[in-house]
């Protein structure tokens, strides 16, 4: 746990030097997004999100000594069903301290945002074990495949997310449905 926080702190300390250049891109692209104060709560969250489990968790399961073994990986799997339980009490905080909106949003979605945010954190973790293990198990050239893939799925992603910001109309209803 140590190790991921450390993760995300490492590239906000980074960014708050304006040393650019050591902070992954998806970490880059929440920062300047947050700054900037253009993105819906939802963007800012799942941008996070993102940077943090889709490019820092297998880093940090590497700088742990990740083991492939089977019980090791059990052990991973079940903190999906942990981060599953959170979803509603995430968005719950969201709602109250950001979008009252979010409420009413997860309200009509039923329980469809919830089973969507499960199976997403869940290939994303997946993802990660599978990069972190290759990280530790292959050679050089699979090492520095695995990172630069883990940049640029990582940077796509949070593109895909900020898309709605670059369309006025869409970022204009979204925020108005946050707001409630």
Same mark, same amino acid.
């Given at each position: 746990?140590?190790?991921?926080?450390?993760?995300?702190?490492?590239?906000?300390?980074?960014?708050?030097?304006?040393?650019?250049?050591?902070?992954? #891109? !998806?970490?880059?692209? %929440?920062?300047? /997004?947050? &700054? =900037?104060?253009?993105?819906? $709560?939802? *963007?800012?969250? @799942?941008?996070?999100?993102?940077?943090?489990?889709?490019?820092?968790?297998?880093?940090?399961?590497?700088?742990?000594?990740?083991?492939?073994?089977?019980?090791? #990986? !059990?052990?991973?799997? %079940?903190?999906? /069903?942990? &981060? =599953?339980?959170?979803?509603? $009490?995430? *968005?719950?905080? @969201?709602?109250?301290?950001?979008?009252?909106?979010?409420?009413?949003?997860?309200?009509?979605?039923?329980?469809?945002?919830?089973?969507?945010?499960?199976?997403?954190? !869940?290939?994303?973790?997946?993802?990660?074990?599978?990069? =972190?293990?290759?990280?530790?198990?292959?050679?050089?050239?699979?090492?520095?495949?695995?990172?630069?893939?883990?940049?640029?799925?990582?940077?796509?992603?949070?593109?895909?997310?900020?898309?709605?910001?670059?369309?006025?109309? !869409?970022?204009?209803?979204?925020?108005?449905?946050?707001?409630?």
């Amino acid at each position: 746990m140590t190790a991921f926080a450390n993760r995300y702190r490492t590239a906000l300390a980074a960014y708050e030097r304006g040393e650019r250049d050591r902070v992954p #891109r !998806a970490w880059r692209l %929440a920062f300047d /997004a947050a &700054l =900037a104060g253009d993105t819906l $709560v939802t *963007q800012d969250a @799942l941008l996070g999100i993102n940077a943090h489990v889709v490019h820092d968790l297998a880093l940090a399961l590497v700088d742990v000594g990740v083991d492939p073994k089977p019980a090791r #990986r !059990a052990d991973h799997d %079940a903190v999906n /069903a942990v &981060l =599953a339980e959170l979803v509603d $009490v995430e *968005q719950a905080l @969201l709602a109250r301290r950001y979008a009252p909106g979010i409420a009413e949003m997860d309200a009509a979605g039923g329980r469809l945002d919830e089973r969507a945010a499960y199976l997403t954190l !869940a290939e994303g973790r997946d993802w990660a074990w599978h990069c =972190a293990v290759a990280l530790a198990d292959g050679g050089p050239l699979a090492r520095r495949t695995v990172r630069w893939l883990l940049e640029r799925v990582s940077a796509g992603a949070g593109r895909l997310v900020l898309a709605p910001s670059r369309h006025a109309v !869409a970022r204009d209803r979204l925020g108005a449905l946050e707001r409630g």
